[in-house]
């Protein structure tokens, strides 16, 4: 079994076409040509909608996870300024207010704890998915060779020419 990575920066053409004999062609830039059949190509499309599907849920989960981390942020900056308007109510005599300055910015500081942790966690999950996805699509691979091995182990051997297996 072969491995190879690659990575294609934004901007480099790929270009599929199809040839003679079954067969297409994905171009990668100006350098790299995979010869696929016909069964590549379906598996691909069949794949294409689920792939860009994933894409987008994952965008959709970073731009989650961003703005849960900024609505923190906002929480914070929010209570330090609560915080910081506290004493000058109470040297005005408004010790009421400064007291639900004082509770707003406990609120706030909790608010903004807990989504510093919810964009942790979250961020973690979505590390911990990929790295398991990765790991079973690896692990698929590896019981479909194991089974088609099995599999040529078990198919009788022709004896002539023509003969079925």
């Avoid at 900024?70 to 900056?77: E, L, P």
């Avoid at 706030?108 to 911990?128: G, N, P, V």
Wanted: hydrophobic share 50%; no cysteine; charged share 30%.
């Amino acid at each position: 079994m072969t491995s190879l990575g690659l990575r294609l920066e934004a901007g480099v053409p790929v270009r599929l076409r199809g040839s003679l004999n079954k067969t297409a062609f994905l171009t990668l830039g100006d350098a790299v040509e995979i010869v696929l059949g016909r069964e590549h190509l379906e598996a691909l499309r069949d794949q294409a909608t689920t792939a860009l599907g994933d894409m987008a849920a994952v965008e959709a989960a970073e731009e989650l996870v961003f703005d849960t981390f900024d609505a923190g942020v906002q929480a914070r900056t929010a209570a330090e300024r609560a915080l910081a308007q506290v004493e000058a109510a109470e040297r005005a005599g408004a010790a009421e207010q400064a007291e639900w300055a004082r509770r707003a910015a406990r609120v706030a500081i909790e608010a903004a704890e807990h989504a510093k942790l919810a964009a942790r966690a979250a961020s973690t999950a979505m590390d911990s998915a990929e790295e398991a996805a990765e790991e079973a699509t690896r692990a698929a691979g590896a019981a479909k060779a194991a089974g088609e091995s099995a599999d040529d182990r078990t198919r009788p051997v022709a004896l002539f020419e023509g003969a079925a297996s």
